[in-house]
Nanobody, 112 residues
Framework: QVQLLESGGGLVQAGGSLRLSCAAS????????MGWFRQAPGKEREFVAGINTFGDATYYADSVKGRFTISRDNAKNTMYLQMNSLKPEDTAVYYC?????WGQGTQVTVSS
């Protein structure tokens, strides 16, 4: 059983940056791919970015490509999401997922 804990959310002005972290425990972190998802009020949860076990293959939703960067540090059992040039439409609860587990989410609010 994997346990995931997100951190780093907050309130930021449009054009600003935030860095989310996802700390994992309970299973060998380097054995599973990881991803970030988000859910805005009244909308379904959507894929944001994904990364393979080694961290050398990454995938992004078109809406965040070029602005967000996903990475992982297997030695620290942690995945990251660097979010730059944030827009109000990026406002959502952000969740990390991997190893058949989900975190509890962290709120990101972008003001215009």
């Amino acid at each position: 059983q994997v346990q995931l804990l997100e951190s780093g959310g907050g309130l930021v002005q449009a054009g600003g940056s935030l860095r989310l972290s996802c700390a994992a425990s309970g299973r060998t972190f380097s054995s599973y791919a990881m991803g970030w998802f988000r859910q805005a009020p009244g909308k379904e949860r959507e894929f944001v970015a994904g990364i393979n076990t080694f961290g050398d293959a990454t995938y992004y939703a078109d809406s965040v490509k070029g602005r967000f960067t996903i990475s992982r540090d297997n030695a620290k059992n942690t995945m990251y999401l660097q979010m730059n040039s944030l827009k109000p439409e990026d406002t959502a609860v952000y969740y990390c997922s991997g190893g058949n587990g989900w975190g509890q989410g962290t709120q990101v609010t972008v003001s215009s």
